[in-house]
């Protein structure tokens, strides 16, 4: 009997920092992936069934037969990792049976991707253990499937960042993915205590703008030029241009009603307090906002954001991608 094998691997989660929703449709954005990191251990099994323990998303004991994984009612904690484990057979039949167990250093609550980074250590995770040895594009091609499949709409962005790690100028579905060399970023994170969903934002976006096309179009034309100055100025650590690029995204984003009153008073707080530039990163209607600022104005910053009830979260940036244990 074949010596049972164990391999874990963890990818990092991300955050936006310019150019959300735009991403959905073609155009460009920057993303930078974030030191809170999913892990997924995988090991073989003698049986020929897949096994998933992960209770962060409240799944234990969960298991099936591997002919039918992908198939029938899928617990909504088990599906990115069911559907990634599907997509993964579907392309290279699994011949023996996988136990996975993921656990999360960051909270599902905040809006850092920890779906996409569960079906990224997924993937490289039984990449390896199977010796595959799936690039770095394939694992996100995969991935990106993966998240399709089950939400239907993305760009990928998420996916991208916790695959290659770092900070990212990426384009709709991986189009383009081109990791930045910068050192650092002088980054403040504020977590509003709502939960967004991305989804549903689109949606209302669509619906906000339905007899608007043209107007949308524009806000997201002008998204982009912002995008590509942005990456310009982050290259040369110019946060003062870098921060007033970011409060002109905001500007749009308000446009588009996704920022909500807890959103609006963080980043206001932000500004007050002396940051560069302050917005929403993600999908809105919740979730996280982020300012740059210098380091003399950090703890100003901070205590801005928490004085109208924001929650600062301490996060590094530019992180390394998924990496084997």
Not at 134 to 147: G, N, P, W, Y
Not at 267 to 275: C, E, V, Y
Not at 313 to 324: D, L, P, S
């Amino acid at each position: 009997m074949p010596q049972a094998k164990k391999i874990t691997v963890s990818a990092p989660g991300k955050l936006m920092l310019l150019g959300e929703h735009a991403v959905v449709y073609d155009h460009p954005c920057l993303v930078t992936a974030v030191d809170q990191r999913m892990r997924a251990t995988v090991e073989t099994l003698d049986s020929l069934e897949f096994q998933l323990e992960a209770e962060d998303v409240k799944v234990t004991g969960y298991k099936k037969p591997l002919s039918e994984v992908g198939i029938g009612d899928i617990p909504k904690g088990a599906k990115f990792v069911e559907i990634a484990l599907k997509n993964i057979n579907e392309k290279y039949p699994l011949k023996t049976g996988l136990k996975i167990t993921t656990t999360s250093e960051f909270s599902s609550q905040f809006g850092f991707g920890s779906s996409s980074a569960s079906t990224v250590c997924t993937i490289k995770a039984v990449s390896e253990i199977l010796g595959l040895n799936l690039s770095e594009k394939a694992i996100f091609d995969l991935a990106f499937k993966t998240v399709l499949d089950i939400q239907g709409k993305g760009s990928g962005f998420d996916v991208a960042a916790a695959v290659y790690g770092g900070t990212l100028y990426f384009v709709t579905g991986g189009k383009v993915i081109e990791p930045l060399d910068i050192k650092s970023l002088p980054l403040i994170v504020g977590y509003s205590g709502v939960k967004g969903d991305t989804v549903t934002l689109m949606n209302k976006v669509k619906e906000t703008f339905a007899d608007k096309q043209g107007r949308l179009n524009q806000i997201y034309n002008s998204i982009e030029a912002l995008v590509d100055q942005a990456k310009m100025v982050l290259l040369k650590s110019d946060w003062k241009t870098f921060g007033d690029l970011m409060n002109q995204n905001q500007k749009y984003l308000s446009e588009l009603g996704i920022s909500i009153e807890k959103l609006d008073n963080m980043i206001k707080g932000a500004l007050d307090a002396g940051a560069y530039g302050a917005k929403l990163s993600g999908a809105g209607g919740g979730d996280c906002m982020i300012a740059i600022a210098t380091e003399e104005k950090k703890q100003a910053v901070e205590q801005g954001i928490n004085a109208v009830g924001g929650e600062v979260i301490n996060v590094g940036t530019n992180a390394e991608g998924a990496r084997v244990e």
